[in-house]
């Protein structure tokens, strides 16, 4: 895999996930937040969608950008408090529901992708 195609899944996620947090906010609420923790306000679907909207802007950005061996390892390090977040928000205070760890699912393609682009990346960049 070159890094460029480890850097457009990594965008991939970003759109696909982000793109659902800003065009369906309150479905991202209903699915992903247990019952105890679901208020599916106008509030809540504007913050979701605010969210959902970074994401895009970013997924964007890592499109139309040129990552270096060093952006993917530091992206790989950055990730890492998230699944913290993952794991604490799922099974120590059950906020996220099953579905609520697309986000999980997400973070570990990215993190394998982020691996691999700063693998490849280095290579180019030892060859160039």
Same mark, same amino acid.
């Given at each position: 895999?070159?890094?460029?195609? #480890?850097?457009? %899944? &990594?965008?991939?996620?970003?759109?696909?996930?982000?793109?659902?947090?800003?065009?369906?906010?309150?479905?991202? &609420?209903?699915?992903?937040?247990?019952?105890?923790? @679901?208020?599916?306000?106008?509030?809540? @679907?504007?913050?979701?969608?605010?969210? %959902?909207?970074?994401?895009?802007?970013?997924?964007? $950005?890592?499109? $139309?950008?040129?990552? @270096?061996?060093?952006?993917?390892?530091?992206?790989? &390090?950055?990730?890492?408090?998230?699944?913290?977040?993952?794991?604490?928000?799922?099974?120590?205070?059950?906020?996220?529901?099953?579905? %609520?760890? &697309?986000?999980?699912?997400?973070?570990?393609?990215?993190?394998?992708? #982020?691996?691999?682009?700063?693998? #490849?990346? @280095?290579?180019?960049?030892?060859?160039?």
């Amino acid at each position: 895999m070159s890094a460029r195609m #480890a850097q457009f %899944g &990594i965008a991939a996620v970003f759109l696909v996930l982000g793109g659902w947090a800003l065009f369906a906010p309150g479905n991202v &609420i209903e699915l992903g937040f247990t019952e105890a923790y @679901r208020a599916n306000t106008y509030t809540n @679907r504007f913050i979701m969608a605010c969210f %959902g909207a970074q994401a895009v802007l970013f997924g964007i $950005v890592a499109l $139309v950008v040129r990552w @270096r061996a060093k952006a993917f390892l530091v992206f790989a &390090i950055l990730l890492l408090p998230f699944f913290v977040f993952n794991w604490y928000f799922h099974f120590e205070v059950p906020v996220l529901t099953s579905y %609520g760890m &697309i986000d999980f699912a997400g973070n570990s393609l990215m993190l394998i992708l #982020a691996l691999l682009g700063w693998r #490849a990346a @280095r290579a180019e960049e030892l060859a160039a």
